[in-house]
């Protein structure tokens, strides 16, 4: 027998709250500079995981080396596309500190830069530098973070994941190429 039109009504309400429930847990409706992001420090976090478990010196200098361009090129994206459109979605102290991160992060990756894989506290610094880096993520993705206040904005951060996955490709050839020189 088929189902009383409320009965069907109830169920679709409900199949709905369990979807929203599901895609709240999983992000997967996420807009697409969001995922993007995510999926950036996602990459990063397992890198600096993988380094821990390193032994030679070529291959810490070598890992170390992508970690640095991912992190260039993704803090380049945040900062010339998605931060300033977030500005006036995202309370303006978040936005600020991120800078301030980002500046600290830029500093200690330069500092390892010059320095070789056999040098005294070089191992150190790369894992003071994944832990300042997973602190920042943190702050992104929170609830009540960045992310998610721009999540709740306005801004169409599907044409911006768009356009931020094109200037990630430019740079990382740029600056890819320019690492190998
Ligand atoms: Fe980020
Ligand atoms: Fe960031």
Do not use: C
Request: hydrophobic fraction near 35%.
């Amino acid at each position: 027998m088929p189902s009383s039109p409320t009965a069907h009504s109830k169920s679709t309400a409900r199949a709905k709250t369990a979807k929203a429930r599901r895609t709240r847990r999983t992000g997967a409706r996420d807009p697409l500079a969001i995922t993007l992001l995510k999926k950036d420090h996602r990459q990063v976090e397992s890198w600096f995981d993988e380094y821990e478990q390193l032994e030679s010196e070529a291959e810490k200098r070598n890992l170390f080396d992508r970690i640095a361009l991912a992190l260039k090129v993704h803090t380049q994206i945040e900062e010339e596309i998605f931060y300033p459109e977030e500005r006036g979605e995202v309370d303006d102290d978040l936005l600020d500190e991120a800078y301030v991160e980002h500046d600290g992060a830029k500093k200690l990756i330069a500092e390892i830069e010059a320095m070789q894989p056999s040098d005294e506290f070089y191992d150190a610094k790369v894992k003071v530098l994944g832990e300042y880096i997973k602190h920042h993520v943190r702050e992104e993705e929170q609830p009540g973070g960045i992310f998610n206040q721009a999540k709740k904005g306005s801004e169409d951060l599907d044409d911006a994941g768009r356009r931020m996955e094109a200037r990630k490709a430019e740079l990382m050839s740029q600056m890819g190429a320019r690492q190998t020189n």
